[in-house]
């Protein structure tokens, strides 16, 4: 009876197995490097996304519930007719006085200004204050021109103005204030965000709680300063004068 014999030789992997191993563990590697890549980034921009939509939020709210709260107080005099200015309008800036919140002042009332200023960047919504006491128009101090930045990254935007007729009817809205010794019934902000803003700006319309215009045209509101003279056909030019800023 024979026995078979004993067949000799290696049992490893040949080359082709192990390049074809290789080649499947880096296919792995990629794709799970590319899966984390992608989820970093992808959480990157969600945060960014939640920072910019809160920012935005907060920019919105801060501004309706100052411009809304503007005040009948003014920050400064025509130095030809000697008009009140209570509120300064243009299509890129306002100036306006009303309250700060507590947690930013030291109380009493703020002489405040928004801007749209060009950067390398697109515009940027500035925001700035000054105490009405000791305020100068034509001398502002240094430490009252610091402005905060509300927004950056804007294309483009302007503000604009509405207030009554003589019949109390709602005017059109117009971005240059001509009258700066009343003050609009309502104001609206609109801004076009650049595309990396990841956020739009929803058009503001801020009405004004305290109709000064309209108490103007019924003698409610008196002020402490000496009152203009009467009009007549000289100063009627002179009353579109525009306060500098």
């Known amino acids: 009876m024979r026995t078979p014999g004993r067949r000799h030789g290696s049992s490893g992997f040949t080359l082709i197995e192990v390049m074809l191993a290789t080649l499947l563990l880096a296919v792995l590697l990629a794709a799970a490097f590319g899966g984390i890549r992608s989820a970093v980034k992808g959480m990157n921009v969600g945060e960014n996304l939640i920072d910019r939509t809160n920012r935005l939020r907060v920019a919105q709210e801060f501004i309706?519930?100052?411009?809304?709260?503007t005040l009948p107080l003014p920050?400064?005099?025509?130095?030809?007719?000697g008009a009140n200015f209570l509120f300064q309008g243009e299509r890129d800036f306002m100036r306006f006085v009303a309250p700060m919140p507590g947690y930013l002042s030291n109380g009493g009332?703020?002489?405040?200004?928004?801007?749209?200023?060009?950067?390398?960047?697109?515009k940027q919504l500035l925001f700035t204050h000054a105490m009405l006491n000791g305020f100068d128009l034509k001398k502002p101090r240094k430490e009252d021109s610091e402005p905060?930045?509300?927004?950056?990254?804007?294309?483009?935007?302007?503000?604009?103005?509405?207030?009554?007729?003589?019949?109390?009817?709602?005017?059109?809205?117009?971005?240059?204030?001509?009258?700066?010794?009343?003050?609009?019934v309502m104001v609206r902000i609109r801004l076009k965000m650049r595309p990396e803003a990841l956020v739009g700006w929803p058009d503001m319309e801020i009405p004004l709680v305290l109709d000064v215009g309209a108490a103007r045209q019924s003698n409610t509101i008196r002020f402490d300063d000496p009152p203009p003279p009467p009009p007549n056909p000289q100063d009627a030019q002179g009353s579109g004068v525009k306060p500098s800023r």
């Open 148 to 184: 905060v930045i509300l927004m950056d990254q804007v294309e483009s935007g302007k503000f604009e103005y509405r207030k009554l007729d003589d019949q109390g009817e709602l005017e059109d809205w117009s971005d240059d204030w001509e009258d700066p010794s009343i003050t609009p």
């Open 109 to 122: 009332s703020y002489v405040q200004t928004l801007e749209l200023a060009n950067t390398r960047n697109g």
């Open 64 to 69: 309706r519930h100052q411009i809304s709260r």
């Open 75 to 81: 920050f400064g005099q025509e130095s030809g007719t």
